[in-house]
């Protein structure tokens, strides 16, 4: 078993309505509970490419844990969406926007029964359709107090929504970022046109120090 | 209005985003959808005019000389496309397996013949299965309603497996007189 005191959101609808469903159009904030993950380490330029193989990487490592999943736990089971953290070691790179000193990580979250063991089971039977040694770990964090925003639409928007909630938003609140910033990707690009896709846009922050 | 099974297919594909030719062949391929029809890449300008003779898909004028047309589906493309894909999920179409009439005409065969044939029918519907769920594997992400697809397809074959082991039970303990 994993490990207790983590949230199990096929019990708790409205707390996964809440980390996954937020408002579109305005900045709300949510504290992000303990959840496990299947995470998928990346580093340097964030390029498409590098990362939909992560993602396709990602998805196949944990087939057959979603597939037992889906088996067990019937019409409570919800296909998770992928999730992307991005950060430097210097956050001024960061906020520069120079991605090659960028590091990121894909991850998706795991049904709460799903410990390291079984993500390691899980990625050995995949072993064949993975090919190389797989950056693949379990891990279980709280992302705690953070402000996020649903947005539909380009992500060439989104550079102007985060200019908005670093410049006017946070400071306005008396708040500043304390982790990786944190998309998540509610469709997969190659079957939703750019103007219909959806994405949450997830900052960790903490009271500002006077 | 009544699509075929390939112009509903294109029909999908454009609706989700405006998509030129080569993109379209590009999605058939890597989400396997010749598994559901059959459509060469050489139909799918046939198909695609078809489309843009109806009013449902507009061709995009190409910007340069080599540029590709690009097709988009129009408001009355997308009725059609709502209006199909109610009838397709709601109505029931029967599909005739072969194995209806292998059986009919089971007495034509010796009892070792029949047997040896539904025999040969049970790897065969084995080896589906491997290959399906081979090709999810090899497949992932999909998304769930092309997974519950999946489960479709593997529901199906596993009741069809579990009819010829009950059949073939049935058949080799029965008393076959024999003629001398």
Known sequence: ?210 | MNLTDAELLLLGLVAEMPRHGYEIEHALETRGMREWTQIGFSSIYFVLGKLEKAGLVLAAAPAGTKARKTFSITAAGNRVLLAQTVAALQTYRPTYSTLLLGMIHWPALSRDEALAALDGRLSSITAEIARLENLRRQRQPMPDHIEALFDFSASQLAAERSWITNTLDYMRSKPWPTQE
Not at chain 1, 67 to 78: C, N
Not at chain 1, 87 to 93: F, G, N, P, T, V
Not at chain 1, 127 to 141: H, V, Y
């Open chain 1, 1 to 210: 078993m994993a490990d207790a005191g983590m949230m199990d959101l096929t019990h708790d609808r409205e707390m996964l309505r809440t980390l996954y469903a937020p408002a579109t159009g305005a900045f709300s904030m949510v504290d992000v509970p303990l959840l496990p993950f299947a995470v998928w380490d990346g580093e340097g330029l964030p390029e498409l490419s590098s990362i939909s193989t992560a993602i396709r990487n990602l998805y196949t490592a944990i087939y057959p844990i979603r597939r037992h999943a889906r088996e067990r736990m019937g019409k409570s089971f919800v296909e998770p969406p992928v999730e992307l953290l991005y950060w430097a070691d210097d956050m001024r790179e960061w906020a520069a926007g120079h991605r090659n000193n960028w590091r990121w990580r894909a991850q998706i979250t795991l049904p709460v029964w799903a410990d390291a063991r079984d993500l390691e089971d899980s990625a050995a039977e995949m072993r064949q359709e993975l090919g190389l040694a797989a950056p693949l770990r379990w891990d279980a964090f709280a992302e705690g107090k953070c402000v996020q925003m649903l947005h539909i639409g380009h992500t060439d928007d989104v550079p102007v929504i985060l200019e908005r909630l670093y410049r006017e938003y946070l400071p306005q609140a008396g708040l500043e970022p304390s982790g990786p910033y944190h998309e998540i990707y509610l469709d997969d690009w190659s079957r939703v046109s750019p103007a219909k896709r959806k994405l949450i846009l997830r900052q960790p922050v903490r009271t500002r120090p006077n």
